[in-house]
């Protein structure tokens, strides 16, 4: 399988493909959303999803393309923003924590699930991944190390993007030294908090 | 119920079999400790399984406490070679019973959710379940001492069971008349050397 993907990328610089599929991965609530809205905003004025405290507000695919310019150097992206990747989904979380009934927060679970297989199944079309992470959080949930570990296994180009820096008690460096080898952008999707510097690192990364 | 898988049992399996066996476990309640874990591929296609299989009654998903293969530094010379770290131990577990306290490097630390802690996944799973109810007229005696003697325990089962005896003394030693004299020979024997 990473074979066939690192193949698919050389031939795509061989041949120039129009544009790179981005994939914007994580644990649900990470930001992604938040940072999908912002990139969009920041090129296209126009925003991508709905974004909510609630976990798994977004359960399908959405997609948006973005060409993104800094100084002479252009690329063109498809931003594919995902449904929030989990290990479990609790109907009873969406009732107790916010204030669902029932039905409702029985079909929120659904749809997160849905959309939790939805996002696995993408990974394979995509030519880079942004891994967002909350950096207020433990980073070495089982989530973040799986994603991680399958972009490699798939040969993807990764970023990983520490979000949230705006937050008291982000630590963003925690982050930095648990994936050394992986290169790290510390960012606020919120508030547009070094957003350059993602912009540099995903021509870089993703060219 | 707590199993450990063996590593010859896991190599048995394909990937497929080895993912469907432990979601079927799991989703009996079993908490699974495997002696080597999945790979970052297994445990995907696992969460992908998982999701299909969550049902809102008995089955939520699962928590898997275990040692990050990211937080063990690649040597120089895996790095060289691009080599992976193979994977280490790992527990899976229903999420209703099974929740990771804290994890590092280094430490994993996770709790059994009992009944007192326990949100019932139905109501008449809870209703339904055995309870040994204490009469309300007994004074309340803590752990660490042994009931007193002559009194009764009124305990009763709403199965109709009867409650087994209560045990014994055991601080009690009851010697026998030789037992005691066996006892005064060797005092006495110590005091002479």
Redesign the interface.
């Known amino acids: 399988?990473g074979i066939f993907s690192a193949l698919r990328r050389w031939l795509f610089r061989l041949f120039k493909k129009k544009s790179l599929k981005i994939g914007l991965y994580g644990a649900p609530n990470a930001g992604k959303t938040t940072l999908a809205n912002r990139i969009s905003m920041d090129w296209t004025k126009e925003a991508m999803g709905l974004t909510s405290p609630i976990p798994h507000e977004t359960h399908e695919v959405i997609q948006k393309r973005v060409e993104i310019s800094l100084g002479k150097k252009k690329i063109t992206f498809d931003i594919f923003d995902t449904p929030g990747?989990?290990?479990?989904?609790?109907?009873?979380n969406f009732v107790e924590e916010h204030g669902m009934d029932e039905a409702e927060g029985?079909r929120r679970?659904?749809e997160g699930?849905?959309g939790?297989?939805e996002a696995?199944?993408w990974?394979d079309k995509m030519d880079g991944i942004l891994l967002i992470m909350d950096s207020t959080l433990?980073p070495?949930?089982?989530?973040n190390?799986?994603?991680?570990?399958?972009c490699?296994?798939r040969s993807l180009p990764v970023i990983i993007v520490a979000n949230k820096v705006d937050l008291e008690g982000a630590a963003p460096d925690k982050i930095k030294k648990?994936?050394?080898?992986d290169l790290m952008v510390a960012i606020s999707a919120l508030t547009g908090k070094n957003m350059k510097g993602l912009y540099k690192a995903m021509i870089k990364k993703f060219q | 119920m707590i199993n450990l898988i063996s590593l010859e049992k896991l190599s048995d399996m394909s990937p497929e079999e080895r993912i469907r066996f432990i979601v079927d476990e799991v989703k009996l309640g079993k908490v699974l400790v495997l002696e080597r874990g999945l790979t970052a591929v297994e445990e995907m296609e696992l969460i992908k399984i998982t999701m299909a299989e969550i049902d809102n009654q008995s089955f939520v998903g699962v928590e898997t406490p275990g040692f990050s293969i990211s937080a063990k530094k690649r040597s120089f010379f895996n790095r060289m070679l691009r080599r992976k770290n193979p994977p280490r131990m790992m527990v899976v577990g229903p999420a209703h019973l099974l929740k990771t306290i804290r994890k590092d490097g280094k430490v994993v630390q996770a709790m059994l959710l009992t009944k007192d802690n326990l949100r019932p996944m139905r109501e008449e799973e809870v209703e339904g379940t055995t309870e040994i109810k204490i009469d309300e007229t007994m004074e309340e005696i803590p752990f660490s001492e042994p009931p007193p003697v002559g009194d009764e325990i009124r305990v009763s089962a709403p199965n109709g069971v009867e409650p087994p005896p209560p045990p014994e003394d055991f601080r009690k030693i009851h010697l026998d008349d030789s037992q005691i004299e066996m006892k005064k020979e060797m005092s006495s024997e110590e005091v002479e050397n």
Not at chain 1, 145 to 150: A, E, F, W
Request: proline fraction near 0%; avoid cysteine; charged fraction near 30%.
């Open positions: 399988m990747v989990a290990t479990k989904v609790d109907f009873h029985k679970a659904k699930t849905e939790v297989i696995i199944e990974l433990d070495f949930n089982q989530v190390v799986t994603l991680l570990g399958n490699k296994a648990g994936f050394d080898e």
